[in-house]
Each structure stands twice: as C-alpha cells, then as structure tokens.
C-alpha cells in the first residue's frame, strides 16, 4: 500500500503527518536556522481544547501577529515551526531563502520572521519560521492547519496532552505514572529505549504515530519476527519498511513489554545522533507530558 507523508518538509527530526493514519517518516536539517533556547515560562497551569484526529494528530488554535484563530498541528518531532505561505502573505512579511536537508537530498525553502505567535499561555516574538503550503492538510483532514508548531515554540513551558479528554495544559506538570529522563531536549527531545541489551535513542514524536527504527542500528537485531512490508512515499520518493514485533521493550527504565515497529533505510542526517522515532499511538499513550524543568517524559497507558 502506497502512503505519502503529508507534511512535506518536516524540519529537524522525524515528524509526518499522512493521507492515511500510518505516516512516512522523512527528516530534515536546518542549515542555517538557530537553534532557540530561551529561558522556560513559569506559571499557573493553562488548559486548552485540542482536536484530536486519527487518535494522536493533535491540533489546536492560536494566532500570529493580529490573526487569530489559527490551526497549529503539535509536533514535538519538527523543529522549526511551519507556517502556511498564505499565513505569510497576509502578514506581508518580507521572505529569505534557506535550505535544507531531506533525507537524501537538499532543497530550498523560504523562512520569514514572525512578529509573534501565540499557543495557550506561549507567546514567542521574532520567530523565525520556515514556510510552505499546507493545504493538503484540507483534503485529508477536512479541516484547515495554518502551521506546525514545533519544540522551537513548545519548549518555552512544559506541557501536557490527554487524549482522552481532548486537552492540553500547559504549567507544571503533575507527575504520571511511568517517565523516562531526557537524554536531549534541543533540537528535539529524545528518550532511551532498550531491547536484547541494546541501548537506542529515541525521538519523542507527537506528530506520528507509530514506533520506527533505523535500519543500521538494528541490522544485527536477532529474534525480530517480521510481520510483512509496505511502501511508503514521501518528498524524498518510494522507499519500504518493514514491520516487524520487538519483544521485552523498555522505555528509560520502564518495561512496556513487546511493541509492532517499523524498520526503515536510515533517513536522517549523518550529524544527528537518532535512532529512530516513538510516535504516540503505537503504545497506546492516554496522557503524555514533557517536564522541562526536570528533564523527564511522563505518560500513562
């Protein structure tokens, strides 16, 4: 079955989002787009409403400069955010080319700085941003998103999303029942994962929802019981993955007993220490945080 990623030019780590509700997984890299590392926002605790689409699609309103009401996709596997070029327009805000690195090969696209967008309680000024057309997030949703917010804004406080009561809250986070410490934060936060004694590290991805390993760092992987292939299709072209059973997985130190991931050729930068990505439907998350402050990944199941 052919599947195209529907997000295009996810920038930084994995992040996708798809015709159907399993993604392709593409990465980029950002040549010349900083990474930000303001100071954390304290404060009481925020709530908001989310739309919640293919049980782990999470998007929610906010504004840019004078327009508000705006969809934003949450991802914490992008970085920088994306607005829509028509998002830009509007604005009138003077464009400036960049490129990147997709997968294998580079492209150009055109960043511009926000005078300010605001998510809940965040409100980030001088945001550089990178553009592109979104549309196609009409014709597979339904429903229009105006940008992808990425960790670049999300990092500003520490948040959480409950997916079965459809909101995401913002503030101090209130300490679930499972959690794993960080082992990055920027660009992207990562967790270690462990199985047959193999140490990996994981990018945490709210814009995906499946588990997917790099193909050279599970090449010698034993005992792995493949359960069939696809093709995927991207930006990048047509590549296949395998999907395969992974017994006795641990997330940090937490036992989360066998996991279906997908193993694909490795699509990301050389210069980027990743393993793979954990999206959020595949271990059936119910309620996820991420904790800044102490640098830990809390979720219940």
Known sequence: MNRQNCSGLLLVILSLSQVEPVPAQTLATPIDLPVQTTALRRGPMVTIPIHLYWDYLVVVEGSIGNIHKLRFEVDTGAYPTIIDQRIARDL???????RVNLSNKSVEVMRVILPSLDLGPIRVESLPVVTQDLSFFQKILGHRVDGIVGLDVLRKSSFAINYKKRE??????????????????????????????RQLRMVIDTGTPDLMLFQSRVADAIGLKVLGTENVADVSGTFQRRKVR????YFGEEPVGDQISFVVDDRKDEGDD?????????PQFRKIEFDFEQRRFWWER
């Open 92 to 98: 009138g805000l003077p464009d400036l080319p960049a």
């Open 168 to 197: 995401m809250a913002f503030g101090p986070t209130e300490k679930l029942k499972f959690s794993a410490a960080f082992d990055t934060d920027v660009p992207v936060v990562a967790i270690r994962t462990r199985f047959q004694d």
């Open 246 to 249: 992974i017994p006795d997985v």
């Open 274 to 282: 990743f393993d793979g990505v954990l999206g959020m439907r595949g």
